[in-house]
């Protein structure tokens, strides 16, 4: 019996080791297993990108993550970078994001694909329902954010308006006061304390009052000598940047905010309440204006664009002859504010930073201006007034041409997109499916040696000059090649504004002023929808001699 319990227990520890090692054995290859896999899809991973980078002359397309940490790792540089990869992939060149996240589309710098987009197949290629989402609370269906039949409607709306001669009149005598009420007294002051300001800063709220006496009659108050907070303006300026942070973030992510009335989409609501609120109350007063003023033989005296409109429309939404509901008033004249709150304000911020890098284009800009004034003496006009005319600035056509340049260099809006709504063929071949957006960065346009030669990245208002600058007029260039006023049916109605008003405020200063940029100041583009300098633009002004004894 001993020896049966010997054998027995024998038995069982042998039993017992073997189902040990049997289990040991079960693990590692468990274990194994795992590791293979990992090593098996970190391979994948590798040949993928390895056939993608050999294969492909645009951007790295990650497995999974696509083109995401490529991006990434260009933040600093996302102009610059953009443009190498087109100029290296002949032009146009394909991205994805993330797997499974639908983002999907085509970047390009070719005029021709340009045109093919903006003119040539104009119906295929709308804002599209990822931009209108996006900017929906702010704009609603006004111009900046509207397709179809919204858009041509007030699209004719502002080109009627924008272009009539009341409309003209009105917008650069407010151009004209700004300048010499409010921005020089300014310069003066900055001047007289030595110290440097951020002309950027300046400008911003320089172009801001402006638009909005043009498009709304009135005047917020931004460039009062204490420069203080103006609540609409701070809160149509917090409501862009948080409408644009729905372009960085997952879908997902900014929708569940919004459900849950938190973080950024909880500001957002408060930010475009705000300006809601402002646009309303200028709308209701301004239609209760115009019912006081016109019955009888009375005339309506307002020429702003709101004004103008509620003019045309005949009445308020009670009135079975109004052509404008308050809605599309209100919406149509955010979109104005916005498309022309920072444009012209960063283009003459660039302007200035070139000219104080370029002292020879500078003193041809001020030989044309002295010009233009001694002119004003044969004509007994006032010479110390340095707030020139419409029809002088007109004649100021290298001043007209450095400005052009300056923008090719550094568009106000870098880059631009639109939708696929439908499968189509570029010219150059290439196959956009439905859905695709396609992006065409026009700040990598004016700087491609295919399109503007081998100087392209000079500063050289004379190639906007006939015979290269020694003639007279002004070279068109096409605006598929130079779409800084975007272009085909959507080209800028407030082109001819934008330039006038530009010049007006360029010539002014120049004819007053000596501008200097701070030595040592960082100057580099900030990664937004508009291309402010990153830091500001840190200048010194001195009173200048008068340009004519």
């Given at each position: 019996?001993a020896?049966?319990?010997?054998a ?5 520890a ?5 189902a ?11 274990q ?23 294969r492909?002359?645009g951007p790295?397309l ?22 190498a ?13 993330m ?27 709308p804002?599209?329902a ?16 509207a397709d ?6 007030q ?12 409309f003209a ?7 004209a ?9 300014i ?18 709220r ?12 009135v ?7 204490s ?7 701070r ?22 905010m ?6 950024t ?16 109350k ?9 019912e006081?003023?016109?019955g ?7 020429s702003d664009l ?7 429309g ?20 955010i ?6 709150r ?13 000219l ?5 284009v500078?003193?041809r ?8 004034i ?10 110390d007034?340095?707030?020139f ?40 071949g290439?196959?956009?499916r ?39 007029g ?25 330039y ?5 405020v ?6 007053r ?8 100041h ?14 500001g ?11 004519v004894?």
């Open positions: 019996m020896a049966e319990s010997v027995g227990a024998s038995g069982g042998a039993a017992a080791a073997v040990a090692v049997a289990a040991g054995w079960a693990a590692a290859r468990e194994l297993r795992a590791v293979d896999v990992a090593v098996a899809l970190l391979g994948l991973f590798v040949f993928g990108a390895a056939v993608q980078r050999i492909s002359k790295m990650w497995p999974v993550l696509g083109i995401i940490p490529t991006v990434f790792f260009h933040l600093d540089d996302i102009y610059e970078w953009a443009t990869v087109a100029e290296r992939a002949g032009g146009t060149f394909p991205f994805r994001g797997c499974f996240g639908n983002c999907h589309g085509v970047v390009t710098v070719d005029p021709a694909t340009v045109e093919h987009v903006l003119r040539i197949r104009f119906a295929n290629y804002k599209g990822y931009f209108r989402e996006r900017f929906g609370e702010l704009l609603g269906d006004g111009i900046f954010n179809d039949q919204a858009w041509r409607e699209r004719r709306a502002a080109t009627s308006e924008i272009h009539s001669a009341r009149a009105y917008s650069a005598a407010t151009v006061d700004l300048i010499r009420c409010k921005l020089l007294p310069l003066s002051a900055a001047a007289a304390g030595g110290q440097p300001v951020d002309l950027q800063e300046l400008l911003l320089f172009t801001f009052d402006n638009i909005c006496a043009a498009g709304f009659g005047d917020p108050g931004c460039l009062d000598p420069l203080p907070e103006v609540p609409f303006a809160a149509l300026e917090e409501a862009t940047e948080l409408s644009l942070f729905r372009f960085i973030v997952p879908p997902f992510v900014w929708k569940l919004r459900l849950l009335d938190v973080g989409e909880r500001r957002l609501k408060v930010a475009v309440r705000l300006v809601h609120k402002f646009a309303e200028t709308l209701v007063d301004r239609r209760a204006e115009f006081a003023v016109t009888g033989d009375n005339f309506f005296h307002r709101l004004s103008r409109l509620i003019e045309a005949g009445g308020g939404d009670g009135n079975a002859a109004a052509t404008y509901s308050n809605k599309f008033l209100k919406d149509f004249c979109s104005f504010i916005l498309a022309g920072d444009t012209s304000s960063v283009a003459l911020a660039w302007f200035f930073w070139l104080s890098e370029h002292p020879r500078e003193a800009v001020l030989r044309e201006i002295a010009g233009i001694k002119n004003r003496e044969k004509q007994s006009s006032a010479h007034d340095v707030v005319s419409v029809d002088e600035v007109k004649k100021m056509e290298y001043l007209h041409a450095a400005i052009s340049e300056a923008m090719r260099l550094y568009p106000p809006v870098p880059v631009d997109f639109k939708e696929a709504l439908e499968d189509d063929v570029f010219p150059d290439t196959a956009v439905k859905g695709a957006r396609v992006i065409y960065s026009i700040y990598s346009m004016g700087r491609m040696e295919s399109i503007w030669g081998a100087d392209c990245r000079e500063f050289k208002p004379e190639r906007w000059i006939k015979g290269g600058g020694t003639a007279a002004l070279v068109a260039e096409s605006q598929f090649k130079y779409a800084v006023f975007n272009a085909g049916p959507r080209v800028c109605v407030g082109k001819r504004f934008a006038m008003q530009m010049k007006m360029a010539a002014a200063i120049l004819a002023f000596r501008v200097a940029a701070v030595a040592g960082p100057v580099a583009p900030k990664m937004t929808t508009t291309l402010y300098m990153k830091q633009f840190r200048v010194t002004f001195a009173e200048r001699e008068r340009l004894d």
